[in-house]
């Protein structure tokens, strides 16, 4: 699993603990890398990277939500500012009276199995198996086109609480 530093994580739970009787963060990360060959030629090669975090505070015995892109200890704050504010609004119509034991404190890591993680793996490397599928595709003078694609996935998700539950995942998908 990556060395990532959670840090704001446990800042962001301190302030929402002030004002909560429990608080979550679910973290998540997901890095989409798209490459491809075109009749031998290079003809893509595109990533996007999307991450957010999931805030949610324990107020009068109930639950409430808000979710930010922004990862900043600001940002994390108003995110749960504003999940503070939305439960404290609304927990006059709660049906149930939630408490802290809804949310246990687990613990726990889960790697996807692999040989080698998708960031050892080099351009060059994937680009020239890329170009030997297309090039495995040549059969007939009536092929007009051949195209070979890969498409890796790396995600990251943490959950953190303020009972102590710390949870990391990683997973690499091709």
């Known amino acids: 699993m990556p060395n990532q530093d959670f840090s704001f ?4 739970l301190s302030h929402a603990r002030q004002s909560a009787d429990w608080a979550g963060l679910r973290y998540s990360s997901e890095t989409t890398t798209v490459r491809s060959v075109r009749n031998d ?3 893509k090669n595109e990533s996007a990277q999307e991450a957010g975090a999931m805030c949610e ?5 109930l ?25 404290r609004a609304t927990s006059a119509h709660k049906v149930y009276d939630f408490s802290p034991e809804q949310r246990p404190a687990a613990q726990g890591s889960y790697q996807s199995p ?14 020239d198996c890329l170009a030997a599928a297309g090039r495995a595709m040549q059969g007939s003078d009536l092929l007009v086109n051949r195209s070979a694609r890969a498409m890796t996935v790396q995600t990251q998700l943490a959950y953190f609480s303020s009972n102590g539950a710390d949870i990391l995942q990683s997973f690499d998908m091709v």
């Open 114 to 127: 692999r040989s080698r993680s998708l960031d050892a793996t080099q351009l060059a490397e994937i680009t």
């Open 57 to 61: 505070v324990l107020v009068e015995g």
């Open 63 to 87: 639950f409430g939500y808000a979710a930010t892109a922004d990862l900043s200890a600001d940002g994390l704050r108003r995110a749960f500012d504003r999940a503070l504010a939305t439960t």
């Open 9 to 12: 994580a446990q800042e962001s």
């Open 41 to 43: 030629q290079p003809e």
